[in-house]
């Protein structure tokens, strides 16, 4: 198979680009339809949420709005125990209903504690919608409301997701090549 060369490591195709848009595009469905009249709020966790949620709310044809927070737990190609707090919330979420919108959950520690410090800002309901989802590595108990595609215990880049600061860019995702 064809591979591509992402920093210094190798990567192959594993979701193209048509099977993410007909993924999200089911998503889109179901919260136009359980969000109707609710108004919802989404918070897109930067930084690689940024390319799912500029095509999920694009498909979004209910009134809402959007905004961006950032916490960030990860460097290389393995997942820090080390947990950042939530920067850059400007919005008042109190009686909101909040969707989150992150581009993958891997252990859960980062959105574990996100969720538990958003609790305490009163929004209406938080759901949580996520593109992709390393089953295999999840070691917290939260539930993905609305969920694109559940994905192998592998490293990805592509679509929004990088190693190292490289491969936001790619419009498919890649699969790391194990040497
Ligand atoms: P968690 O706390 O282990 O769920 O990790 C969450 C964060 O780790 C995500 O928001 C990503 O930024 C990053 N991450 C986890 N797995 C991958 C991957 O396969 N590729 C790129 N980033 C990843």
Do not use: W
Not at 118 to 138: H, I, R, W
């Amino acid at each position: 198979m064809e591979t591509i060369k992402v920093k210094d490591k190798e990567f192959e195709i594993s979701i193209d680009a048509n099977t993410i848009d007909a993924a999200i595009q089911k998503m889109a469905v179901e919260i136009n339809h359980d969000y109707e009249g609710k108004h919802p709020l989404f918070l897109a966790v930067l930084n690689g949420s940024f390319v799912f949620a500029a095509d999920l709310i694009r498909k979004i044809t209910i009134p809402c709005k959007i905004s961006f927070v950032k916490l960030s737990s990860y460097s290389g190609t393995a997942s820090t125990e080390n947990v950042k707090e939530l920067i850059g919330l400007s919005e008042d979420i109190r009686g909101r209903h909040v969707i989150i919108v992150e581009d993958i959950v891997d252990t859960g520690l980062t959105l574990d504690k996100f969720l538990q410090d958003l609790e305490k800002l009163l929004p209406a309901s938080v759901k949580l919608a996520c593109f992709t989802f390393k089953k295999e590595a999840f070691k917290k108990s939260f539930r993905i409301d609305y969920l694109g595609i559940t994905i192998p215990n592998e490293f990805i880049v592509g679509y929004g997701l990088d190693y190292d600061g490289y491969g936001r860019n790619l419009p498919d995702i890649y699969k790391i090549v194990k040497s």
